[in-house]
């Protein structure tokens, strides 16, 4: 019985882990020099919605573990209006993870920050941000009236935060 019993939890959580969605092909990236972000409405770690402000000039992308463990790690250093005292967004890509992994183990954790993370949750939605980008480190874009006017890529805790408070 026990045998049959941790065959289908096995059975379950491969089923569960497995990703058939592909990202798209041919999409046009997003973040690209003079395109514009504004209108741009993600959902953070608790489920509210957040429309890109006018008044947001720096966004920070985190595209995988690595980079957003490097952002959170600083952010939870700071108060919790850090992020917008200094105009700034900052979006993790959990796209890439098992549906069941995201809903077990990220979101929840996600929902411990006292920062605001807004989330890119769907592959599709995701392959447009991540096109052409580095996505082993954080990207770093500035704004001007929701047009972008920069994009960098920062490594360490000390290139955000330099980067943030410019």
């Known amino acids: 019985m026990i045998k049959i019993i941790t065959a289908i939890a096995l059975t379950l959580l491969f089923v569960g882990c497995g990703s058939k969605e592909e990202a798209p092909q041919d999409i046009e990236a997003k973040i690209v020099v003079g395109k514009s972000l504004s ?16 008044t947001t000039t720096k966004v920070i992308f985190a595209f995988d ?3 957003a463990h490097i952002c959170n790690d600083f952010f939870v250093t ?3 209006s850090y ?3 200094n105009n700034t967004e900052f ?11 995201r809903t077990l183990f990220i ?17 599709t ?12 480190k954080i990207v770093a874009i500035t704004l001007s009236d929701g047009k972008i006017l920069t994009i960098a890529t920062l490594a360490t805790d000390k290139e955000l935060q330099a980067f943030i408070e410019k």
């Open 83 to 85: 992020l917008a005292d």
């Open 78 to 80: 700071k108060d919790a």
């Open 65 to 67: 573990k690595e980079s």
């Open 107 to 123: 979101l929840p954790g996600l929902k411990d920050f006292k920062h605001t993370v807004l989330l890119l949750n769907d592959k």
């Open 125 to 136: 939605v995701a392959a447009p941000f991540r096109k052409d980008m580095d996505v082993e």
């Open 91 to 101: 979006i993790a890509d959990v796209s890439a993870a098992p549906s069941l992994i």
């Open 39 to 54: 209108g741009l409405t993600l959902q953070d770690q608790f489920e509210k919605e957040h429309t890109l402000k006018a």
